[in-house]
């Protein structure tokens, strides 16, 4: 059995696991539930919401991550590398165990109580799950990590373009994940229903919190799921978003010479704009990448289509302006 294959097994598992945690212990419960139940503490219970909506919350928070990450194992190259392999694991076991613990914790709080308000107090026991789905995500990351990867080798030149001064010249390539536009979408939306219901309603554990600090991730993921890069002699713009904005643009003056160069979002830590300024990575897709090396030193890499032809004209044009 492939590394793919077991992990995909093992992450079903796992994901049915935590979805019937989530929703069939509650049902199992119900007759032992008050209705509505408490999902709010303030020390002594101070909110509630019928048994339905705090079911679908729940699962609402796990099941998209759950995709995800599957959809990630099967269309991406997330083992192929260890440290893809061990942020994979760590997050499967992690973020399955956050909302199973947070709903266990509730329910043992509800149980055998008259109404929601005669729930048991709550303090730091909702500690429990937070440091436990850490703990896990930590040792399931160190486990799955796997050997150490291979060293690769440096990226290649492209072949040379011959090039006349008085030439102009333009190479435009764009660049689109489907996936992450798509998954993004939802999360938005999923986020802002979320965020919506907690004007009206107190919500169970972090998810108002969660739903309103996971709207600007999606945004992000939403605007660097599509790249359009543009070099001319006048420079390399790089252009975010369906509408290409907002747009880096990077002189010519400042490039000593672009290169190709394979990379994945495991090897770069996911998706989206990646690293540190001077040593970065616009990541859309794992697999051939334009990378330009800095005169200071630095350099950025762009996950684009026909990386190669566009690092020959923009090696050209630094020869043409040298």
Request: glycine share 12%; net charge positive; charged share 15%.
């Amino acid at each position: 059995m492939t590394h793919r294959a077991r992990a995909l097994r093992i992450g079903l598992v796992w994901g049915l696991a935590v979805t019937t945690v989530l929703v069939a212990v509650p049902l199992a419960l119900r007759e032992r539930l008050p209705e509505p139940l408490a999902t709010h503490w303030s020390g002594r219970p101070d909110g509630s919401m019928p048994l339905a909506l705090f079911l679908a919350l729940s699962a609402g928070l796990w099941l998209p991550a759950w995709g995800i990450l599957l959809a990630a194992l099967l269309r991406g190259r997330v083992l192929d590398h260890r440290s893809g392999r061990a942020q994979w694991w760590g997050l499967l076991a992690g973020i399955g165990v956050l909302p199973a613990g947070m709903s266990l914790v509730t329910l043992l709080a509800n149980l055998d109580a008259t109404s929601w308000r005669e729930a048991a107090p709550l303090g730091p026991e909702f500690l429990v799950p937070v440091v436990a789905a850490v703990a896990a995500g930590a040792a399931a990351g160190y486990l799955g990590r796997g050997a150490p990867d291979v060293p690769r080798e440096p990226g290649h030149a492209p072949p040379g373009l011959p090039l006349s001064p008085d030439r102009r010249v333009v190479w435009v390539s764009r660049v689109r994940n489907r996936l992450l536009l798509a998954l993004s979408r939802t999360g938005m939306a999923a986020g802002a229903v979320v965020a919506a219901l907690s004007l009206v309603m107190e919500l169970p554990g972090p998810a108002a919190s969660i739903a309103w600090w996971s709207l600007p991730l999606w945004l992000a993921g939403y605007a660097t799921a599509t790249v359009r890069v543009r070099v001319t002699a006048q420079g390399v713009a790089i252009g975010f978003g369906p509408l290409g904005w907002p747009a880096r643009r990077i002189p010519m003056a400042r490039i000593e010479r672009a290169r190709v160069e394979e990379r994945f979002p495991a090897q770069v830590g996911g998706y989206g704009l990646r690293g540190l300024p001077g040593s970065a990575t616009v990541m859309v897709r794992g697999g051939e990448c334009l990378v330009l090396d800095y005169r200071s030193g630095g350099r950025l890499a762009i996950s684009v289509d026909d990386a190669e032809r566009g690092a020959s004209l923009v090696n050209a044009l630094v020869g043409v302006r040298a």
